[in-house]
């Protein structure tokens, strides 16, 4: 099913074996992409392996279960547990956007509509305010430029990525 799996799970060897060598942290650009990507590599691998541990309790308990019918009662909880492993592991397939590390400046400008468009802007500010706020990034608020009423004409705000979690910002998760 997951066909590069195979190829990633090597180069997760590969990357094993290179960061055991202690020539490669005498260069610390070098031991640092090293280490994130075998960081990266480790998640795939650990999600694929309960995967195919998933696959072979699944296996078993239906094995079990021609037998003994308390093993049948497991087999819904394994069966949904098994596809949930398998988009993880599928979510992790998807090649990560370089830019997803990167931190944004966010511009919102009212258009045409005056004081409506203002408070339609002020609205869009407090949502991605929240949905920053959800995902543990920093926000800060570079200009602004208010209505009579309470919304933005202008607004830009800062939106700083949590640089411990590498796949935040790319809708893996």
Not at 29 to 57: C, F, M, P, T
Not at 91 to 118: Q, T
Request: glycine share 6%.
């Amino acid at each position: 099913m997951f066909e590069q799996v195979d190829t990633l799970l090597a180069e997760h060897a590969q990357l094993q074996e290179e960061l055991a060598d202690p020539a490669l942290h005498a260069d610390a650009a070098r031991a640092k992409k090293v280490n994130r990507r075998y960081a990266e590599l480790s998640k795939i691998k650990a999600a694929h392996e309960n995967w195919q541990q998933l696959g072979e309790d699944l296996e078993a308990a239906r094995e079990l279960a021609k037998e003994d019918e308390a093993f049948a009662e497991e087999i819904p909880e394994l069966e949904h547990s098994l596809a949930e492993a398998q988009e993880r592991v599928r979510r992790l397939l998807i090649p990560r956007d370089p830019d997803d590390a990167r931190d944004v400046i966010l511009e919102i400008k009212g258009g045409e509509g005056g004081a409506e468009s203002a408070l339609f802007g002020a609205d869009l500010l407090r949502m991605y305010m929240y949905y920053a706020e959800s995902k543990g990034w920093k926000t800060e608020i570079l200009e602004k430029d208010e209505s009579d009423l309470g919304g933005y004409k202008n607004v830009q705000i800062a939106i700083k990525s949590n640089a411990t979690d590498p796949r935040r910002a790319s809708g893996h998760t």
